[in-house]
């Protein structure tokens, strides 16, 4: 059997997408998000779905200690449960700040620390870590949300060498606008008006499908080439 991939937020968009995928290519998955009927619903075989929360590093751990025992050791895991709270930083709530930084960045954290020291034990294992194109250049009522992505980005790449000599690879992945529920996280309706505009004028841009497939790509690699970034949107983006 191929080796056992672990997809956060695989409950909607981008996260349910690369399940797919992952699963189409034979591989068992251990799927997490928090609403665990969403998971259950895809019915992926070789699948253990369970509800954890990214920012709870105990349930976290505990639910790849369990997926390792009945699919062996994880070879990757793809930290992709992320939220878009969109606000204008004079009058934005401050919890929302926390809220993303939790899970934007936490939860990548938490994610990276459960399948470490086994992977740099072994010698082996990917990380793939979803960022953003707002995690290369600012966007207007982005800041938080920024500052989240620029941080994943910064993570990335300090953890990336410092894993290297294990020969554990750790990539990047930053997408454009793609159709997904991730707006549906944004409470200013005026701001949710204004990024839908914008969505218009690059409508029918990339899908959750092609953002799997640009991590598919670099999983597939061998384990001595390690992409360390794709950025991808669709072609008419600024
Ligand atoms: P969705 O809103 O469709 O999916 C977000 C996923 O994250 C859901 O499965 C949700 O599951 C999960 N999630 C949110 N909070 C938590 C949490 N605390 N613990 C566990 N899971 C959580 O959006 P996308 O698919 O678009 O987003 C996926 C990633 O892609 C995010 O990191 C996002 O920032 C990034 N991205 C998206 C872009 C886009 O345009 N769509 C562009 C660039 C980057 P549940 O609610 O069931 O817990």
């Not at 092609?210 to 600024?238: H, M, W």
Request: aromatic share 6%; with cysteine; net charge negative.
């Amino acid at each position: 059997m191929k080796k056992l991939v672990v997809i956060t937020g695989a409950s909607s968009g981008i996260g349910r997408a690369t399940a797919i995928k992952f699963s189409e290519a034979g591989h068992p998955v251990l799927l997490l998000a928090r609403r665990l009927e969403r998971l259950e619903e895809l019915n992926l075989p070789n699948s253990m779905c369970r509800r954890v929360d990214v920012t709870d590093i105990e349930s976290f751990k505990s639910a790849i200690n369990e997926a390792e025992e009945k699919f062996g050791s994880v070879d990757c895991i793809v930290n992709n449960a992320g939220v878009m709270l969109l606000g204008n930083i004079q009058t934005q709530d401050p919890i929302e700040w926390k809220k993303m930084l939790d899970v934007n960045v936490l939860g990548v954290l938490n994610g990276i620390k459960c399948v470490l020291d086994s992977m740099i034990k072994r010698n082996e294992g990917t990380i793939v870590n979803i960022s953003s194109i707002a995690g290369r250049k600012s966007f207007a009522d982005h800041a938080a949300y920024c500052a989240t992505k620029f941080g994943v980005h910064g993570l990335t790449e300090t953890i990336r060498e410092e894993i290297a000599p294990y020969n554990v690879r750790m990539t990047t992945i930053a997408p454009g606008v793609v159709e997904t529920e991730l707006l549906s996280h944004t409470t200013s309706d005026t701001i949710k008006g204004g990024y839908e505009d914008w969505k218009k004028t690059i409508e029918g841009g990339i899908f959750p499908e092609d953002i799997a497939n640009a991590i598919f790509y670099a999983y597939s690699q061998p384990q001595t080439v390690c992409i360390r970034e794709i950025v991808l949107a669709k072609t008419q983006q600024g």
